[in-house]
Nanobody, 116 residues
């Protein structure tokens, strides 16, 4: 099983980034996918999640209206479009899969830094 995140980097406040998470080794189309983040000295927190069919998304209040989670089951990839980025969005962003059998997998994370 692999979850490989990409797309992180350094961006100025107000800018945008799109994170990708490419999955392999499990039935992606049956898995609920989520993005989490962890800032230095803080606990890991849920940012957004999407159902296996992509028909329902949930967001943390802190990112509502700015972030959009989506998925492409044919490409076995989940995305996180991040707009209007703020310094407080700086964190390592992780992709997580919850399979049909309630097994959880995590990616290695990708760093997002919002700074001028």
């Amino acid at each position: 099983v692999q979850l490989v995140e990409s797309g992180g980097g350094l961006v100025q406040p107000g800018g945008s980034l799109r994170l990708s998470c490419a999955a392999s080794g499990f039935t992606f189309s049956s898995a609920r996918m989520s993005w989490y983040r962890q800032a230095p000295g803080k606990e890991r927190e849920l940012v957004a999640s999407i159902t296996s069919t992509g028909d329902t998304m949930d967001y943390a209040n802190s990112v509502k209206g700015r972030f959009t989670i989506s998925r492409d089951n044919a490409k076995k990839t989940v995305y996180l479009q991040m707009n209007s980025l703020k310094p407080e969005d700086t964190a390592v962003y992780y992709c997580r899969a919850r399979t049909f059998y309630a097994v959880y997998y995590w990616g290695q994370g990708t760093q997002v830094t919002v700074s001028s």
